[in-house]
């Protein structure tokens, strides 16, 4: 394949990665040019049977640092003191190594953060470590992370604020 034609390839993919496509790419010879065919993956069949066997695994492959409850980084000051909340256990994940989290103000109200951090996650589904947090979320709180609405969010920072053991809890 020549130079020229491959930087053509390129190009085209990563314009339909811009646009948001979640595309292939098929190059085929049509005559003496090249023809580029993209189509939406997620809709192949391919696509749909690979999915259904890796949903399947019942296992994560993924590791983490265990901190002792008075060291950990994750507190925040809310208007109900310093505690852990929703913003703590994505604030102090991998998830900050990819992808932006909007900050937590000290004293700040979780719908002024949530408006802003709600559309943080559109594209880390992919990702071990929103696997495995979406997993403990749903496990142990009930909420499906990919799913979740407002008031679900809402409820759940307030659940994870009361569960914080350094708050005196068991």
């Not at 604030?91 to 719908?111: A, C, I």
């Amino acid at each position: 394949m020549n130079r020229k034609l491959r930087e053509w390839q390129y190009d085209a993919v990563a314009e339909n990665s811009e646009k948001g496509c979640h595309a292939s790419s098929i190059f085929g010879d049509v005559g003496d040019r090249r023809k580029l065919v993209v189509h939406a993956t997620r809709q192949t069949e391919t696509h749909k049977r690979i999915k259904l066997k890796i949903d399947a695994v019942p296992a994560i492959e993924t590791h983490d640092h265990l901190w002792p409850f008075d060291k950990l980084p994750g507190y925040r000051e809310t208007k109900l003191g310093k505690g852990m909340n929703l913003s703590s256990i994505w604030g102090n994940s991998y998830w900050t190594q990819v992808g932006r989290l909007t900050p937590w103000q000290p004293k700040m109200e979780f719908d002024d953060w949530w408006k802003d951090a709600k559309d943080d996650w559109d594209n880390s589904r992919a990702t071990s470590f929103y696997r495995y947090t979406q997993i403990a979320l749903k496990d142990l709180y009930g909420v499906d992370w990919d799913r979740v609405t407002d008031a679900q969010a809402k409820e759940l920072d307030r659940k994870i604020f009361e569960n914080d053991p350094s708050r005196g809890h068991d």
